[in-house]
Nanobody, 114 residues
């Protein structure tokens, strides 16, 4: 499992970011996938999930209506479009299978200024 997250950064509240997760192996194409996040002092938890074929998605209540998960199996990549960002979205974001494998990438940091 080798997943590389990118696209994070510093953004003002109300702004948008698009995260990407590239896979050098076959994890993305063979698994339901999810985006997880870990805020300072908190445990990591999932925020968005997508089935292998992309036909079904699910979101944590905290991001529903603002975030959109998608995937491109041909590119072994999943995405997270984040709109209307809030201060409480500040976290390190990770991608992994759902359920998650033990190995995690380095994540990408999202900082939302209020």
């Amino acid at each position: 499992v080798q997943l590389v997250e990118s696209g994070g950064g510093l953004v003002q509240a109300g702004g948008s970011l698009r995260l990407s997760c590239a896979d050098s192996g076959s994890t993305v194409s063979n698994n339901a996938m999810a985006w997880y996040r870990q805020a300072p002092g908190e445990q990591r938890h999932w925020v968005a999930a997508i089935t292998v074929d992309g036909g079904f998605t699910n979101y944590a209540d905290s991001v529903k209506g603002r975030f959109t998960i998608s995937r491109d199996n041909a590119k072994n990549t999943i995405y997270l479009q984040m709109n209307s960002l809030k201060f409480e979205d500040t976290a390190v974001y990770y991608c992994n299978a759902l359920p998650a494998y033990d190995t995690w990438g380095q994540g990408t940091r999202v900082t939302v200024s209020s």
